[in-house]
């Protein structure tokens, strides 16, 4: 069933990457310029021979959109950074040890909705984290930790959460021990640390499906393609009877002097009813039987 290699990751005539990026891709015949510099991520047209696919799905659901600050509102498709953190969480890996993991040129991810994406505003009490509001415990000791003071009032803030989310996550990785490890781990059903749906108090569950074919699928005409399609909203096809949405959520981030920034956007038009989307003139790949774009 599984392909000990991703020898077939590229397509042929893509311009080689830089020196960095062959280290971390070394079996990969002939890569392509995989750089994540650019505001918005650009569709993959750089397809997986085969990859992982499960289904993530929990009560609740919150991935804090970047931008507002009185309701924290959150992203309808979850995001691609927050599946690479998910998965980070499965296999165990640190906070910060893993965008190059799931890097531009070195991933791929297509995300599909499978249940009506609804949300509700739910209020939430908190402590401030203000660093006036902040009580030293063991203050002489070499190890000292503040926390919010508990005799303080709290404060309420309104949190925008999805209800009852469920999404099919297909994923590969270029690099072949992550991607056994992961193929191994979902398949025992284990996870080194507690999977969430954006929140660490939104518990998640993880329905790993198997190990399948990427196929070649239509990149001409009008094709109904079942993820989110991303970076692709002028190629949509209106239908009366179809609803359509937009979001831009991040795609890819790297470490930096304060511990991590976003490189690149990722622009999903989606159905929230979890139905297809018409498309026109768009790369898709067939997984499962599925219609899907990688990105």
Same mark, same amino acid.
């Given at each position: 069933?599984?392909?000990?290699?991703?020898? %077939?990751?590229?397509?042929?005539?893509?311009?080689?990457?830089?020196?960095?990026?062959?280290?971390?891709?070394?079996?990969?015949?002939?890569?392509?310029?995989?750089?994540?510099?650019?505001?918005?991520?650009?569709?993959?047209?750089?397809?997986?021979?085969?990859?992982?696919?499960?289904?993530?799905?929990?009560?609740?659901?919150?991935?804090?959109?970047?931008?507002?600050?009185?309701?924290?509102?959150?992203?309808?498709?979850?995001?691609?950074?927050?599946?690479?953190?998910?998965?980070?969480?499965?296999? %165990?890996?640190?906070?910060?040890?893993?965008?190059?993991?799931?890097?531009?040129?070195?991933?791929?991810?297509?995300?599909?909705?499978?249940?009506?994406?609804?949300?509700?505003?739910?209020?939430?009490?908190?402590?401030?984290?203000?660093?006036?509001?902040?009580?030293?415990?063991?203050?002489? %000791?070499?190890?000292?930790?503040?926390?919010?003071?508990?005799?303080?009032?709290?404060?309420?803030?309104?949190?925008?959460?999805?209800?009852?989310?469920?999404?099919?996550?297909?994923?590969?990785?270029?690099?072949?021990?992550?991607?056994?490890?992961?193929?191994?781990?979902?398949?025992?059903?284990?996870?080194?640390?507690?999977?969430?749906?954006?929140?660490?108090?939104?518990?998640?569950?993880?329905?790993?499906?198997?190990?399948?074919?990427?196929?070649?699928?239509?990149?001409? %005409?009008?094709?109904?393609?079942?993820?989110?399609?991303?970076?692709?909203?002028?190629?949509?096809?209106?239908?009366?009877?179809?609803?359509?949405?937009?979001?831009?959520?991040?795609?890819?981030?790297?470490?930096?002097?304060?511990?991590?920034?976003?490189?690149?956007?990722?622009?999903?038009?989606?159905?929230?009813?979890?139905?297809?989307?018409?498309?026109?003139?768009?790369?898709?790949?067939?997984?499962?039987?599925?219609?899907?774009?990688?990105?």
């Amino acid at each position: 069933m599984a392909q000990e290699s991703l020898d %077939g990751w590229f397509d042929e005539g893509e311009e080689s990457a830089s020196r960095g990026e062959r280290d971390a891709l070394d079996r990969s015949s002939e890569p392509s310029d995989g750089t994540a510099e650019a505001s918005t991520a650009s569709s993959s047209h750089e397809f997986p021979e085969r990859c992982l696919s499960f289904t993530v799905r929990g009560p609740w659901g919150h991935f804090r959109r970047v931008e507002g600050n009185v309701v924290k509102q959150t992203y309808r498709v979850i995001p691609r950074t927050t599946v690479a953190g998910l998965l980070a969480a499965v296999l %165990g890996i640190g906070r910060d040890d893993y965008y190059e993991l799931f890097a531009e040129g070195a991933s791929a991810v297509a995300i599909e909705p499978v249940s009506e994406l609804r949300t509700l505003n739910m209020p939430m009490n908190a402590l401030s984290t203000a660093k006036s509001d902040l009580t030293s415990l063991n203050g002489r %000791g070499k190890v000292s930790v503040r926390l919010p003071n508990p005799a303080k009032l709290r404060q309420q803030h309104n949190y925008e959460v999805l209800v009852d989310p469920a999404y099919r996550v297909d994923v590969a990785l270029a690099d072949d021990e992550r991607y056994r490890e992961l193929r191994e781990t979902l398949d025992a059903g284990k996870s080194h640390y507690v999977p969430s749906l954006g929140l660490s108090e939104h518990l998640a569950e993880i329905d790993y499906h198997g190990e399948y074919a990427v196929e070649d699928g239509s990149s001409e %005409g009008v094709v109904d393609v079942d993820s989110a399609v991303p970076n692709a909203v002028d190629s949509v096809v209106p239908d009366p009877g179809t609803r359509c949405q937009v979001e831009e959520s991040p795609a890819f981030m790297e470490t930096d002097a304060g511990g991590r920034t976003t490189t690149a956007f990722t622009a999903y038009t989606y159905n929230p009813d979890a139905g297809p989307l018409a498309v026109r003139d768009v790369e898709t790949s067939l997984v499962d039987g599925r219609t899907v774009v990688f990105v």
